[in-house]
């Protein structure tokens, strides 16, 4: 039966909004990695079945459908073709999911799988504009005006009966292992630095509980979420290089992980943000793994309740939770966030010898993506 293997995974440095990236043009952000990616492997591109990119807001700068425009501006031949996938923030993990799914079918021999998202250039919501994504029959279905994560946050960190001081706390320790990481070089052998940016630009460095607690509140004056347990808004990109364990032989490439289990989850689209706990659930019983044996969790840092509640429903120890921090220090460029996180677990498995690794993501409407990878020794 044929798998589908990571042969390699690089993403760029995450850059700040208006910071070192904004002015790289998105299709330019993609080209890089897939140009880094191809040189490191000595992959020939004609050879590439498909390139699937993730990319959240398809207007403006990103409206050309993203994929292909980074094969051409990577100077690839035209006969390469790629696809641009939209699962909001899951975006690039979905993409992931569909390169495994092509390779495993055998509808592709290899496939690049990535994301990115310039959200200085092309601003969060600019997908809307003036329209009305939620007709009223799905207004009136759950009885509000329409739907908003920051919100959904704030009921989630409710609902989990999170306090401000937990979620700062939480907060403060993504930049501490934000830092630790980058001072052990545990990125270095995954970035392709670009536009003179060689490290992830967010991290705050001596960012305290302390400190947080005097951010005021975005979303409810009585609530917990601040700038500061949020996400950073970000731009980068990430590509993983996808085939079989034969076709890897013959390439004379060592895959780093095998895609061992990848699922999917709904949960309530008010809420939002809580889809991850189920997809979580149903990723262990699929894979028939026990979540002791997971050794990495890679749970998307978009607000600080998310991984809080997604620990608490668990009972995963804080050790293996996000161990290299996450976007609430480094940033979450949506479309490219889910190969930004695969790409750190994986070599993250890799270097500490980790066998499993989880990885799952909130995502707009009450969604989640869930990818368990087992490392190839």
Not at 195 to 209: I, K, P, S, V, Y
Not at 260 to 266: E, K, P, R
Not at 273 to 278: D, E, K, R, T
């Amino acid at each position: 039966m044929r798998d589908a293997v990571v042969i390699d995974a690089i993403r760029t440095p995450i850059g700040s909004r208006n910071g070192s990236l904004g002015r790289v043009h998105p299709g330019d952000l993609s080209a890089h990695v897939l140009t880094a990616l191809a040189d490191r492997n000595h992959l020939e591109p004609a050879t590439v079945d498909d390139v699937v990119w993730g990319c959240v807001s398809q207007v403006g700068d990103q409206a050309g459908s993203l994929g292909r425009v980074a094969v051409l501006a990577a100077g690839w031949p035209e006969s390469v073709p790629a696809t641009t996938v939209d699962r909001r923030c899951g975006s690039a993990q979905q993409a992931v999911h569909f390169a495994a799914a092509g390779v495993i079918s055998g509808q592709y021999d290899i496939a690049i799988a990535g994301g990115a998202e310039s959200m200085t250039r092309v601003p969060m919501g600019s997908a809307r504009g003036d329209g009305r994504p939620w007709p009223d029959s799905v207004l009136q279905r759950y009885g509000v005006d329409g739907f908003h994560q920051g919100l959904g946050a704030e009921a989630m960190a409710r609902r989990w009966q999170l306090t401000r001081g937990q979620v700062d706390a939480y907060s403060a320790r993504s930049h501490e292992r934000t830092a630790a990481a980058v001072d052990a070089g545990a990125f270095d052998g995954q970035l392709a630095p670009i536009a003179g940016l060689e490290t992830d630009e967010g991290l705050r460095r001596g960012t305290t509980a302390e400190k947080l607690a005097g951010l005021p509140t975005v979303f409810d004056d009585d609530g917990v979420i601040t700038a500061g347990n949020s996400s950073q808004i970000s731009d980068g990109a990430a590509a993983l290089l996808v085939t079989t364990s034969e076709l890897a032989a013959r390439h004379d490439w060592r895959p780093l992980a095998r895609i061992h289990t990848a699922v999917l989850a709904g949960d309530d689209p008010v809420i939002m943000l809580s889809a991850p706990i189920a997809a979580t659930r149903r990723a262990l019983a699929r894979s028939g793994l026990a979540l002791d044996e997971i050794g990495v969790f890679e749970v998307n840092e978009a607000f600080a309740p998310v991984p809080l509640a997604w620990q608490a429903e668990t009972g995963a120890s804080d050790d293996v939770l996000n161990p290299l921090g996450g976007a609430i220090a480094v940033g979450h460029p949506l479309g490219g966030s889910g190969a930004i996180l695969m790409t750190r677990m994986v070599h993250h498995m890799r270097d500490n010898g980790i066998r499993y690794g989880l990885q799952t993501m909130c995502e707009a409407g009450g969604m989640a993506n869930a990818t368990i990878l087992e490392l190839i020794r």
